[in-house]
């Protein structure tokens, strides 16, 4: 009865599944190409996926209460231009300073999204539509039509991402410190509960004495802040400022959170299950030109079949669930 017991949990589990298939992703890859897996490759790896993998947990609370933010990258884009024109002509230097005003410079793009959503009542997709164009022609304006930030005028800064730290490079501590920060928030803080309980049914959290309108004010602040640190980090690992830093990248941010098993409703999903999704997003990406037989034209029809399969899959897994705590209650 207990191996049965642990065996319906591990198949029951969408985090426990996603590994599974991540697992076996890296496995038949490394078998065709065995450069593909080693420690250094998978710093690399996620290194070079920072953005997508930070920007997703941000995306992890918009989605829970119910939201959509597609200007994330215009965001990421307004505050990578400030810092890297900030840095280009000596205003500021170093390290620090320009990770943590690319941070606030993200929080204040986020924050003002989140007052016209939670506010004026503006559908998120809406609002952040217009956000998009709006950022990302700021972006422009910062660099005086086109001008940019290359590696010459960035520094010390671009050193960031190819320095380590205990033997791991600095762009992985950050993922790895943000991931640890939202698995404690989400999982054991009030305001992490508070997320899920509007995402899962708003008016019953308002009547319980959640501030609704504050919570989603909340997690679009927090979206910006993370696409404020994404900007820096596309800065440093790419050693360049460019107002088209990202352009379309804020779809590759929601599949991997959709990949992850979060709800587009609200309500459902998980900080392991954004990690995966950009991991599985991330391995597809890094597999596909090395496997012979496969065109890298493939990527984005690939990334698409898998989004909609994951999608039925759990629209099926969450009929299920529903309809056995239904017999349960009738029971």
Known sequence: MEKKSLMKRITGSREALLAAILILMIVVVTIINPAFFTPKSFSNLIKNNAVTMVMALGMLCVMLVGGI?????????FSGMWIGMLIKYEYISGTVLPFLLAIVIGTCCGFIVG??????DVPPIIA????MYIYRAMAYLISNGGEWASAAALGTF???ATSRFLGLNC????????????????????????IYAVGSNPEAAEVSGINVRNIKLMVYTIMGCLAGLAGALQVAVYA???????KGGEMDVIAACVIGGVSMSGGRGTVIGALLGAL???TIAKALPLIPF??????NTIKGIIILVVVVVNVILQRTADSNALKRREM
């Open 128 to 131: 952040t539509m217009g956000f």
């Open 294 to 299: 496969f065109d890298q034209l493939w990527l």
């Open 158 to 160: 671009k050193d960031f």
């Open 280 to 282: 599985i997003l991330a």
């Open 69 to 77: 933010d597609i200007s994330i990258t215009s965001t990421l884009a």
């Open 240 to 246: 360049s400022a460019m107002p088209n830093m990202q």
């Open 171 to 194: 762009v992985v501590w950050v993922v790895i410190i943000c991931y640890v920060i939202f698995f404690f928030f989400m999982r054991w803080t009030r305001l992490g509960r508070k």
């Open 115 to 120: 007052l016209v959503i939670s506010r004026a």
